[in-house]
């Protein structure tokens, strides 16, 4: 807890001032109140002491994404484990478009007065990408504001804004080349094998199913295993992450993958790092798949260029492949093989 100095000095003047009258109007009453008002300060910050350490703050969202033009709704709520209520907390929090950098901070003043309660905080974007709202800091004071206690609730959650589902695109039927039979197929069912490559400290929009919980638990930070990759699927949709068609490639990249999935065919996405020049794939199966694969797809680096990905890709890959190259509205098929 911390003294607010101002405050005391505030008090201090209020009591010396009615002092003062009570002496030199001679009125004795005064002093019943002067000596009332003296007492209610360690009560306040007693009780206070009692009370600060038993609320509980969350962060969560009405919707797991939303379209462009729609407000992200994010909900604030706060559990009070005590019978005592407070009157008010200031929340400060920072919210942005990853593609669209702000830094700057905003202060939310919430009323204490109930056991629970939630509030909707509303950030509007027309653009897409990863709106994320981090609460940086909570402040809350007893009742007559001597002391106060800030919490650093670290909450943080990102919600992906997509663009509505576009036109159907026509893509030609596609035949896999060399794919595996189905024997191979149900063995490596999904996008990695079980063979760790790595630990590394966890990023926005890693899969929850990859944190390694018990080193995560142990060194009190989130870590993630890295897992070898041994993709089954031999169709991969490569968007490139141009800044300047960005907004283009990703509704393309959502009639795509809207197309692909009406006629059945089995693809994988595959997002680009462009600083560390590496691969993620998901399997597209659903709409839960698709906005973990878009959160994911979001935080990586934007960069200037074309056929970045497309070149890496072909470079580097081991087996062969059908590749659906998305650059804006422009969609292009081409192969790589051993």
Known sequence: MKILIQTVFLYL???????ALSIIYNQPALLIFIFAFILLIPVSVIIFSKICNSFEFHLSSTAPSVETDNDVNFLFSYENKSVLPLFTANVIFHAENRYFPNNAKQTLSIPLSSR????????TTSEIGLVTLKIEKIIIHDYMCIVKKEYFPHLELSVPV????????DIPAITPQD????????EYKG????????????????????????????????FVKEMAHTSSLSIVILPELDKENINNTIKTLISCID?????????????????????????????????????????QPLYEGKDIALST??????????????????????ETSI
């Open 191 to 222: 996008n990695v094998s079980s063979d760790v490559k790595e630990i590394r400290e966890y990023r926005p929009g890693d899969r929850l199913q990859r944190v390694h919980w018990k080193l995560s638990a142990k060194l009190d930070d989130l």
């Open 313 to 334: 890709y072909e470079a580097s890959v081991n087996k062969p492949t059908t590749i659906i190259h998305i650059v804006g509205n422009r969609i292009s098929l081409g």
């Open 116 to 123: 629970k309660n939630q509030f909707r905080i509303p950030i």
């Open 259 to 299: 197309t692909l999935n009406q006629r059945e065919d089995r693809f994988e996405l595959c997002a680009f790092n462009n600083n560390t020049f590496e691969f993620t794939y998901f399997s597209i199966n659903g709409e839960d798949t698709l906005i973990e694969a878009l959160t994911f797809l979001y935080c």
């Open 179 to 186: 794919g595996l039979d189905e024997f191979e197929e149900s």
């Open 13 to 19: 003047i209020i009591l010396v001032a009615f002092i």
């Open 162 to 169: 997509i663009p509505p589902k576009g036109i159907e695109r």
